[in-house]
T-cell receptor, first 115, second 115 residues
Framework: AQSVTQLGSHVSVSEGALVLLRCNYS??????LFWYVQYPNQGLQLLLK??????LVKGINGFEAEFKKSETSFHLTKPSAHMSDAAEYFC?????????????FGKGTTLSVSS | EAGVAQSPRYKIIEKRQSVAFWCNPI?????LYWYQQILGQGPKLLIQ????????DSQLPKDRFSAERLKGVDSTLKIQPAKLEDSAVYLC?????????????FGQGTRLTVV
């Protein structure tokens, strides 16, 4: 069975500092990997995804993530945090072998950005 | 392109009452998901439809929850009778595996409070 572990339920950074949100997955088959962001009282918005090909994936709002198969990780980074990045971030995995397979989410990491 | 529409946005009911949520997916998306997001946790899949057929309802509490997707478009999720632990945000999402992308597009959700 697939699962996702997000290390750290809450991460606090200063504006301009590096953002690093950690995600490890467990999957018996090659997975698709996703990062979603959720702002208060909103649905989930896709930040980026890894399907195949280049392991460094760039997303919206300056975020990127690197798929490391040997470490079963897909950590999310951003070089310089903005106040507007404060939100809940979810890592998710799905079975690449079956199109349309439902996403399995981690518990989420709340990112706080201070001025 | 219009997004996933959900209604109502908020609902407060007493325990043992019934409630229904409505979802209209992105036009042309064959796959529709209902997720339950309890405060402080990641979304958990309740049921997945492919057109108007159920693909996965293994985590749906069938003694109280039911869902249908008439004509393979709109969907309704019902809870009867509601319990206190059903307080959560109910997210609807849709995807179109036919184009080789398994990312899901989410609606804004319905926040249910059971008192």
């Amino acid at each position: 069975a697939q699962s996702v572990t997000q290390l750290g339920s809450h991460v606090s950074v200063s504006e301009g500092a590096l953002v690093l949100l950690r995600c490890n997955y467990s999957s018996s088959v090659p997975p698709y990997l996703f990062w979603y962001v959720q702002y208060p009282n909103q649905g989930l918005q896709l930040l980026l995804k890894y399907t195949t090909g280049a392991t460094l994936v760039k997303g919206i709002n300056g975020f990127e993530a690197e798929f490391k198969k040997s470490e079963t990780s897909f950590h999310l980074t951003k070089p310089s945090a903005h106040m507007s990045d404060a939100a809940e971030y979810f890592c998710a995995v799905s079975d690449a072998g079956q199109a349309g397979t439902a996403l399995i989410f981690g518990k989420g990491t709340t990112l706080s950005v201070s001025s | 392109e219009a997004g996933v529409a959900q209604s109502p946005r908020y609902k407060i009911i007493e325990k043992r009452q019934s409630v229904a949520f409505w979802c209209n997916p992105i036009s042309g998306h064959a796959t529709l998901y209902w997720y339950q997001q309890i405060l402080g946790q990641g979304p958990k899949l309740l049921i997945q439809f492919q057109n108007n057929g159920v693909v996965d309802d293994s985590q749906l509490p069938k003694d109280r929850f039911s869902a249908e997707r008439l004509k393979g478009v709109d969907s309704t999720l019902k809870i009867q009778p509601a319990k206190l632990e059903d307080s959560a945000v109910y997210l609807c999402a849709s995807s179109s595996p036919a184009v080789g992308v398994t990312e899901a597009f989410f609606g804004q959700g319905t926040r249910l409070t059971v008192v």
